[in-house]
């Protein structure tokens, strides 16, 4: 195990590229310089930040062998696949998957430095992921990509890079996972760069254990006529928090955002997510759906930027939540900054529990109440699962969605 100090920092970063070595020197001294975040500060209000970075440290390997995946045997054949285990690449495959070592990485940029969790990404990340597809190559079947945290007591760096080309095509499918009784910090970094004209999907299948905390920072841009698509499911963790900025740089880009979470116990789940309108003639839709119950806490602070140039913007945010017990809380907080003139925005947020008028009709008509809700829990998480880019996962994530409600009925 590696202390989290200059000696694995110079370690873990020797084999970088020079641009990404500086940029992680600078973020090793922000990390020695940040104290951790609090909930007083705006980018962490509504949350009990976790004391998560004394006393870990850094695996020098992985700690086991990559586990089977049911996600992986849903998709079926794909066009590659890689491990990453505790934060160290244990295998790749496929002609559209390498190491960093073995790729382009110009187009990585490392943490900002954002708090002191993403100084430490920045600060102790090594060797990652690339999934590429060239100019004009459209990749026929999914890469999946497991992440997998195994070491009690380690902070992991799960690193993911993904390439579109001009006018390419690709979708790439991660796993994120620990088993449940892990205490482990994991800091997932991941970067998705559209070229010119180019269609890029990433989905996101979250089902780390009950005390796991994972605080993840996800960059996406895109340029002109470019499309990117990011759909995540969260049903794990003790504490799980996502860092979202996507940056539509060219004219006519497009992004569509999707969520699923439910969180039950004493979980919190917390999106913090930054659309920002840079070109002219852009386009995003944010849509996330989440429930939760026991003492459970979700969190949605959602940003639509539209900067000077970004004329013609078409923008829209939408973040509904089921509170299903009186100790669980879900907070929405949409926000829009609009620094141009001709322009389409809106957002939309709703927080409550199950609806009374939809349970006495659907009890008219011979339901007992426990399915009536049931079948309402099931048609508010529909809407959103209907969109992910993989219907041969939708099963899946309606079973988990519906596994977690069920564990939780009086």
Same mark, same amino acid.
């Given at each position: 195990?590696?202390?989290?100090?200059?000696?694995?920092?110079?370690?873990?970063?020797?084999?970088?590229?020079?641009?990404?070595?500086?940029?992680?020197?600078?973020?090793?001294?922000?990390?020695?310089?940040?104290?951790?975040?609090?909930?007083?500060?705006?980018?962490?209000?509504?949350?009990?930040?976790?004391?998560?970075?004394?006393?870990?440290?850094?695996?020098?390997?992985?700690?086991?062998?990559?586990?089977?995946?049911?996600?992986?045997?849903?998709?079926?054949?794909?066009?590659?696949?890689?491990?990453?285990?505790?934060?160290?690449?244990?295998?790749?495959?496929?002609?559209?998957?390498?190491?960093?070592?073995?790729?382009?990485?110009?187009?990585?940029?490392?943490?900002?430095?954002?708090?002191?969790?993403?100084?430490?990404?920045?600060?102790?990340?090594?060797?990652?992921?690339?999934?590429?597809?060239?100019?004009?190559?459209?990749?026929?079947?999914?890469?999946?990509?497991?992440?997998?945290?195994?070491?009690?007591?380690?902070?992991?760096?799960?690193?993911?890079?993904?390439?579109?080309?001009?006018?390419?095509?690709?979708?790439?499918?991660?796993?994120?996972?620990?088993?449940?009784?892990?205490?482990?910090?994991?800091?997932?970094?991941?970067?998705?760069?559209?070229?010119?004209?180019?269609?890029?999907?990433?989905?996101?299948?979250?089902?780390?254990?009950?005390?796991?905390?994972?605080?993840?920072?996800?960059?996406?841009?895109?340029?002109?006529?470019?499309?990117?698509? =990011?759909?995540?499911?969260?049903?794990?963790?003790?504490?799980?928090?996502?860092?979202?900025?996507?940056?539509?740089?060219?004219?006519?880009?497009?992004?569509?955002?999707?969520?699923?979470?439910?969180?039950?116990?004493?979980?919190?789940?917390?999106?913090?997510?930054?659309?920002?309108?840079?070109?002219?003639?852009?386009?995003?839709?944010?849509? =996330?759906?989440?429930?939760?119950?026991?003492?459970?806490?979700?969190?949605?602070?959602?940003?639509?930027?539209?900067?000077?140039?970004?004329?013609?913007?078409?923008?829209?945010?939408?973040?509904?939540?089921?509170?299903?017990?009186?100790?669980?809380?879900?907070?929405?907080?949409?926000?829009?900054?609009?620094?141009?003139?001709?322009?389409?925005?809106?957002?939309?947020?709703?927080?409550?529990?199950?609806?009374?008028?939809?349970?006495?009709?659907?009890?008219?008509?011979?339901?007992?109440?426990?399915?009536?809700?049931?079948?309402?829990?099931?048609?508010?998480?529909?809407?959103?699962?209907?969109?992910?880019?993989?219907?041969?996962?939708?099963?899946?994530?309606?079973?988990?969605?519906?596994?977690?409600?069920?564990?939780?009925?009086?």
């Amino acid at each position: 195990m590696l202390a989290l100090d200059r000696t694995t920092h110079e370690r873990l970063t020797a084999d970088l590229p020079a641009a990404l070595r500086a940029a992680a020197a600078a973020s090793f001294a922000a990390f020695e310089a940040l104290p951790m975040p609090t909930p007083t500060q705006e980018d962490w209000r509504y949350v009990e930040v976790p004391e998560h970075l004394a006393g870990l440290s850094i695996p020098d390997g992985p700690g086991a062998d990559p586990s089977p995946s049911a996600y992986e045997s849903t998709l079926g054949a794909t066009a590659g696949r890689a491990d990453i285990v505790d934060g160290h690449v244990s295998g790749v495959a496929g002609s559209n998957v390498s190491e960093f070592a073995g790729a382009d990485i110009s187009a990585y940029r490392s943490s900002d430095a954002i708090d002191k969790f993403g100084a430490a990404a920045g600060a102790f990340g090594g060797s990652g992921v690339v999934v590429a597809a060239a100019a004009g190559e459209v990749v026929a079947r999914p890469v999946f990509v497991s992440t997998e945290a195994t070491t009690p007591g380690a902070v992991s760096i799960p690193r993911l890079l993904v390439i579109g080309g001009e006018a390419s095509a690709v979708e790439v499918v991660v796993e994120q996972r620990s088993p449940d009784g892990l205490d482990a910090l994991v800091l997932p970094e991941f970067e998705v760069v559209v070229g010119k004209a180019a269609r890029v999907s990433v989905t996101v299948v979250q089902t780390w254990g009950d005390e796991t905390v994972a605080i993840g920072r996800h960059r996406l841009r895109a340029d002109q006529d470019g499309f990117v698509g =990011l759909a995540e499911a969260a049903f794990g963790a003790r504490f799980s928090r996502l860092h979202l900025s996507v940056d539509l740089e060219g004219r006519g880009a497009d992004a569509r955002i999707t969520g699923v979470y439910f969180g039950d116990g004493g979980q919190t789940l917390d999106y913090r997510y930054f659309m920002n309108h840079i070109g002219p003639k852009t386009t995003s839709e944010m849509f =996330l759906k989440g429930a939760v119950a026991g003492e459970a806490r979700s969190v949605f602070t959602g940003m639509i930027r539209i900067e000077p140039d970004g004329q013609g913007a078409n923008a829209h945010q939408t973040n509904r939540n089921l509170v299903l017990s009186d100790a669980a809380e879900a907070h929405s907080v949409p926000n829009l900054e609009i620094l141009a003139n001709d322009v389409r925005c809106g957002h939309g947020s709703a927080v409550g529990p199950l609806d009374e008028e939809q349970r006495y009709y659907l009890m008219s008509r011979g339901l007992p109440a426990p399915r009536a809700d049931r079948l309402q829990v099931l048609g508010f998480f529909e809407e959103a699962l209907q969109r992910f880019p993989h219907e041969l996962l939708e099963p899946m994530l309606r079973t988990n969605a519906m596994t977690k409600y069920d564990k939780v009925l009086p």
